[in-house]
């Protein structure tokens, strides 16, 4: 399938077309004890540990919390957990705050263990699983304190359990419950499938003074066109995954408060060393081949940035302005890549999706940006659920993704940087970066920030030379408001879809 600009223009002009009809309507008296949110989609489910997607975490951060979390600033500090301390190479001390679950029983150490063996489990479907597997041994101190004792020195571990999808809940409780019992600010009251979510507030959530309102009602709206219309009318109070199209509209509406981080989530690609992209010179020249300011106005309506580097938040140390920008637009240097690798008029196959429109409009923007250095690019753009199946399997000589980071720690980004790991639709394939690996592993093992950042500086020298990953552009995390919301924050950079972690210091007016 091949889409030229004149299509892809006809395309966003009946999106933006559609929200014009998202006029204001009389806005109805709201409950002043309950916040009403618009989700994007309903959750596929409630299960702990699972990746359930944007919105299904922030769904699940209504009734979970973690040992560890993120501040505003992007600091990483505890949440259930008083302290996280490292005890030699292989050992770190947690003692816990004096917490309950919603059913009124203390979170305690044993509960802790019982969370990590259920990840552990062959065939648990955990998210964090690989990860924790790192973790030998659940040593019980007393109540409150326990240690967790590591196979290999591991710096990355305390924001591993900062992750959004390794909640803490009461031991054994999804013997009864799918969703388990959870230590959150509430408590699931009913669900009516594929339609919404209502949520009372718990009596015994840790943070004094909070929740400030009882009620969460979520209703879900897969059509965005429809939940801009729900806010925009007063219908909900807050709504996520604001459509990058009726950002400015919704900016400028007196009535609503729009919230966005510029750097959240991001498109880059991934490459099938099976093909011409063995070649290292050939993935670098498409790395110089992209002007990804048109990818930023095109795709997100200028809510956005470019990504020309590994995806690293300025709010960390391991942030290396220089490094940041090794991808930058350089079509010269792209064609002569290309002369080097013998790849003049080479013909290559581009994995992407018209199903979602930001899949589908940065491919056509990529295929033009390489028509214009001498890359032929043919597009494959089936259904989502076919596309991943496709790129699983391996076809494609090269594929659009859009994913985000889910911790600060620098190690975030192996997943998404080595080819060597596991295949999956979502990450390079089919080669090796020279060293990269071993780089990775010193890096997880060292304690000393300054030695870390070198190690991690040199990192992506390797992912810019060698371009396992070619970065696109960040797209914009958007939530929108009423004004009656009130402490609205939100988490920084590649974390901040994940600022529904946030929602329990909200407060109505």
């Known amino acids: 399938m091949i889409l030229d600009r004149r299509t892809l223009l006809k395309l966003t002009a009946a999106s933006s077309a559609a929200l014009a009809f998202g006029a204001h309507a009389s806005f109805a008296q709201a409950p002043a004890d309950t916040l009403r949110i618009g989700l994007s989609t309903y959750p596929a489910h409630l299960k702990p540990w699972v990746n359930v997607g944007y919105a299904g975490q922030l769904v699940s951060s209504l009734i979970n919390r973690y040992?560890?979390?993120?501040?505003?600033?992007?600091?990483?500090?505890?949440?259930?957990?008083?302290?996280?301390?490292?005890?030699?190479?292989?050992?770190?001390?947690?003692?816990?705050?004096?917490?309950?679950?919603?059913?009124?029983?203390?979170?305690?150490?044993?509960?802790?263990?019982?969370?990590?063996?259920?990840?552990?489990?062959?065939?648990?479907?955990?998210?964090?699983?690989?990860?924790?597997?790192?973790?030998?041994?659940?040593?019980?101190?007393?109540?409150?304190?326990?240690?967790?004792?590591?196979?290999?020195?591991?710096?990355?571990?305390?924001?591993?359990?900062?992750?959004?999808?390794?909640?803490?809940?009461?031991?054994?409780?999804?013997?009864?419950?799918?969703?388990?019992?959870?230590?959150?600010?509430?408590?699931?009251?009913?669900?009516?499938?594929?339609?919404?979510?209502?949520?009372?507030?718990?009596?015994?959530?840790?943070?004094?003074?909070?929740?400030?309102?009882?009620?969460?009602?979520?209703?879900?709206?897969?059509?965005?066109?429809?939940?801009?219309?729900?806010?925009?009318?007063?219908?909900?109070?807050?709504?996520?995954?604001?459509?990058?199209?009726?950002?400015?509209?919704?900016?400028?509406?007196?009535?609503?408060?729009?919230?966005?981080?510029?750097?959240?989530?991001?498109?880059?690609?991934?490459?099938?060393?099976?093909?011409?992209?063995?070649?290292?010179?050939l993935r670098r020249a498409v790395a110089l081949s992209i002007r990804r300011e048109e990818i930023v106005k095109g795709v997100f309506f200028g809510h956005g940035a470019p990504l020309e580097g590994v995806p690293r938040s300025a709010t960390t140390p391991f942030y290396n302005a220089e490094l940041a920008k090794g991808q930058t637009y350089d079509p010269d240097r792209a064609k002569a890549l290309i002369k080097e690798a013998g790849a003049e008029g080479v013909t290559v196959n581009l994995l992407s999706t018209a199903q979602y429109g930001m899949h589908r409009d940065t491919a056509v923007i990529v295929q033009g940006h390489l028509a214009e250095v001498g890359i032929n690019v043919t597009l494959t753009m089936p259904d989502w659920s076919t596309r991943v199946t496709m790129g699983n399997k391996g076809q494609g000589d090269f594929a659009i993704q859009g994913l985000g980071l889910d911790t600060f720690d620098p190690d975030a980004v192996s997943a998404l940087i080595d080819p060597t790991l596991s295949p999956t639709f979502f990450r390079s394939r089919n080669f090796e970066v020279p060293g990269l690996s071993a780089l990775l592993a010193k890096g997880r093992a060292e304690f000393d920030l300054e030695k870390r950042k070198a190690i991690y500086a040199e990192v992506d020298k390797l992912v810019v030379e060698y371009t396992p990953f070619c970065g696109l552009s960040y797209r914009a995390t958007g939530f929108a408001r009423l004004k009656r919301v009130n402490n609205f924050r939100m988490l920084p950079d590649q974390i901040s879809p994940f600022s529904g972690r946030l929602f329990d210091e909200l407060s109505l007016s």
């Not at 259930?80 to 150490?109: C, H, I």
């Not at 009882?214 to 965005?224: F, G, Q, R």
């Open 67 to 281: 040992l560890m979390t993120y501040t505003t600033e992007g600091k990483l500090v505890g949440e259930l957990a008083e302290s996280f301390e490292r005890e030699g190479d292989k050992a770190w001390v947690v003692k816990l705050k004096d917490a309950k679950f919603s059913n009124g029983q203390p979170v305690t150490a044993a509960d802790v263990e019982w969370n990590i063996e259920k990840i552990k489990a062959e065939g648990s479907g955990a998210y964090t699983r690989d990860a924790m597997l790192e973790v030998e041994k659940v040593e019980i101190v007393d109540d409150r304190t326990f240690k967790l004792l590591t196979k290999t020195p591991n710096a990355a571990l305390p924001a591993l359990f900062a992750n959004p999808f390794l909640q803490i809940i009461a031991k054994g409780s999804t013997d009864t419950q799918d969703h388990g019992v959870g230590a959150g600010p509430f408590t699931l009251a009913n669900a009516e499938k594929g339609v919404g979510l209502d949520f009372e507030a718990s009596p015994h959530y840790f943070k004094t003074g909070f929740p400030k309102f009882k009620k969460v009602k979520v209703t879900a709206y897969a059509d965005e066109n429809l939940r801009v219309a729900a806010i925009t009318a007063g219908d909900v109070d807050v709504i996520d995954y604001v459509p990058w199209s009726a950002m400015d509209q919704i900016g400028a509406d007196a009535n609503l408060g729009l919230e966005t981080v510029a750097t959240g989530a991001f498109m880059f690609l991934s490459f099938n060393g099976a093909g011409a992209f063995k070649d290292h010179r």
